[in-house]
């Protein structure tokens, strides 16, 4: 693509998402072959096209506050405590334990695949600008020390009649007060998982976050 034909393209798409009401059928067509990488448009443009922003621009702020608020306190509902005052052995369904037990499997997965597919870029490990209050005021359990004391500092797995342990994945964040970006990836998989309990987790999925989450959080300034 040509300097002018690229210029002409973020025109293009300023145009469109200038508008009052945006032109779905139009911004589809124009990010049919891409969308501009050197501007803030792609963060925006996936929001709309997503259907987590409407057409009607007048109302995006709006919706973007009340949508965070809705996440905060999908986090409050379905993130752990930090202590559970019940005894873990006790056989009644209705115990908090039964649902933390079922959720450990599909919570291992993630911990697993958000550890292995970020240890090299720096932005995963990096503090967020925009923690969680309740995992930085302690009242809700990181969910990574929960996998740890679920496996008791190391992963081990079953192999016939033996056990083989396998190594620990046990990390620190340097303060209590910060929370890195990969917990961030763990802690918005997991939320999903709980909504979507018919589909849940699956393996793989981790991946596009690690490009959605970095374009979300550098063009648009907030997560």
């Avoid at 621009?57 to 986090?75: C, H, M, P, S």
């Avoid at 016939?160 to 190594?167: N, Y």
């Avoid at 046990?170 to 997991?190: C, D, G, P, Q």
């Amino acid at each position: 693509m040509t300097p002018t034909s690229y210029a002409q393209k973020v025109i293009n798409f300023d145009k469109v998402l200038s508008q009052e009401s945006v032109d779905l059928a139009e911004l589809k067509k124009l990010s049919f072959n891409g969308i501009p990488d050197s501007t803030h448009h792609r963060a925006l443009v996936w929001r709309i096209l997503l259907n987590y922003l409407p057409s009607d621009r007048t109302i995006w702020e709006k919706v973007l506050a009340d949508k965070r608020q809705e996440y905060w306190k999908f986090g409050d509902e379905l993130l752990p405590p930090h202590s559970c005052p019940l005894d873990p052995l006790n056989p009644d369904p209705s115990s908090p334990w039964e649902n933390y037990f079922k959720d450990n499997e599909v919570l291992l997965q993630i911990d697993k695949d958000v550890r292995r597919l970020y240890p090299s870029i720096h932005f995963f490990q990096s503090s967020t600008a925009n923690p969680h209050p309740g995992i930085i005021s302690g009242k809700i359990t990181r969910l990574h020390t929960r996998v740890n004391s679920c496996v008791t500092g190391s992963a081990v797995e079953s192999r016939g009649m033996g056990i083989k342990k396998v190594k620990s994945n046990k990390t620190e964040l340097e303060t209590n007060s910060s929370e890195a970006h990969w917990e961030v990836v763990e802690r918005i998989l997991f939320v999903y998982a709980k909504l979507n309990k018919g589909q849940s987790y699956v393996q793989g999925m981790s991946n596009k976050s690690q490009i959605s989450v970095p374009t979300e959080y550098h063009e648009s300034g907030q997560e």
